[in-house]
């Protein structure tokens, strides 16, 4: 109901409904209808994916996974807010034991995880959407409780995130991965990007974004490293070129999506030259054909009079890549509209108007 609500898909289907129903008289104002397409309302196909609208549903940590295992329950819950041909990311889930920093947040890396996932992503289905799963490894953002044997977080570095005042958080000192071990993380994705295969997903999202690990090594605020992960840009995104390609090879491109949020600060993860980063990033997706997505995070936005006021930074991404874009980060029914008829972004990812709906 929420979804309906919160982008009129609802009074969209009354109002074409009245019309076909009523008398002659009727029968321009139903033209109307028809001829004004709500932008977010237009199919939009990727590859396999005929898309029936361009409104995504963003993904949304909900920490109701107990022990990393997702519940039954998710079905609900994303079920309500899957749409025939609709397009949906799920929750960030962790690939392995060390990718926690969240409470009970889900994982894809046991056999209990993926067959859990699949009475989920089957409730989905039947509403005839599309399920991608988001692959994340948060990195240094986790603490060593979060940890197997309560071991230090990992990460591009072995700097620890400045503690904030204001909530009182403390993430504990990572340990910077060794050269030798950064293969074994890589396996850690492509493995979770086969198990969400096996569990249903139609495909997954990998989380480039937000200063979790994968963006520890692309940034230059957190990577410190001397050895090929690091120093300059292309070896700094080398560990996500290596996460990326290892997860084409094994699901194939047209079921691989990304996030990434190159202008992004969160969690002391930030770049001297986020518009060099981001270009670099969308050059390495262009070399996989059928690549099915792109999606990018607006710069930090400021509220007026309650509204966000969107920077749309990603104009030149946009342009630069060659499938899918979506864009997320501050936008409502009419930013949305107007991003899609511009041709800024192909598909539109709402975060917390999801979040509070249905
Ligand atoms: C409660 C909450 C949980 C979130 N969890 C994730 C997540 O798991 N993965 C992710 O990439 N982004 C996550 N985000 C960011 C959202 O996907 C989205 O980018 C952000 O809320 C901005 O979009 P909005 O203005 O439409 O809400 C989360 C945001 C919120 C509010």
């Avoid at 994916?49 to 996974?65: D, I, K």
């Avoid at 209990?112 to 948060?138: E, M, Y």
Wanted: glycine share 8%.
């Amino acid at each position: 109901a929420g979804f309906s609500d919160s982008f009129g898909i609802a009074s969209y289907w009354r109002c074409t409904a009245q019309s076909a129903s009523s008398s002659h008289k009727m029968v321009a104002s139903k033209m109307m209808v028809a001829k004004e397409a709500i932008p977010l309302l237009t199919p939009h196909k990727i590859g396999r994916f005929e898309l029936s609208h361009r409104v995504v549903l963003a993904p949304l940590t909900r920490c109701r996974s107990y022990t990393n295992v997702p519940q039954p329950h998710a079905a609900l819950y994303y079920s309500q807010r899957a749409t025939e041909g609709g397009l949906l990311v799920a929750e960030a889930t962790g690939v392995s034991a060390t990718a926690q920093g969240y409470p009970e947040t889900p994982g894809v890396w046991t056999q209990q995880q993926v067959d859990a996932w699949k009475p989920i992503v089957d409730a989905v289905h039947r509403k005839g959407a599309f399920f991608f799963c988001q692959l994340s490894h948060v990195g240094r953002v986790s603490t060593n409780d979060f940890q197997p044997d309560g071991q230090a977080p990992i990460s591009s570095t072995d700097k620890q995130i400045t503690p904030d005042a204001e909530s009182g958080m403390v993430y504990s000192k990572p340990r910077q991965l060794q050269t030798e071990e950064i293969p074994l993380i890589v396996d850690d994705f492509r493995r979770a990007a086969r198990n969400a295969i096996e569990s249903g997903f139609d495909g997954v999202e990998i989380h480039g974004a937000h200063g979790y690990l994968l963006e520890q090594f692309m940034k230059d605020s957190s990577n410190d490293r001397t050895d090929e992960y690091g120093g300059n840009l292309e070896n700094r995104c080398r560990f996500a070129v290596e996460v990326i390609d290892a997860i084409v090879h094994e699901i194939g491109a047209d079921r691989v999506g990304i996030r990434l949020s190159p202008f992004v600060d969160y969690m002391d993860c930030f770049d001297s030259d986020p518009h060099a980063l981001g270009m670099y990033m969308v050059q390495q997706l262009n070399k996989h054909q059928g690549f099915v997505y792109c999606h990018m995070v607006e710069p930090r936005m400021a509220i007026v009079d309650g509204r966000s006021q969107i920077p749309h930074g990603l104009l030149p991404f946009r342009k630069s890549f060659n499938g899918t874009f979506i864009a997320a980060g501050g936008y409502d029914r009419e930013e949305g509209n107007k991003v899609v008829a511009d041709g800024y972004a192909d598909l539109v990812a709402y975060g917390r108007i999801f979040y509070l709906s249905g």
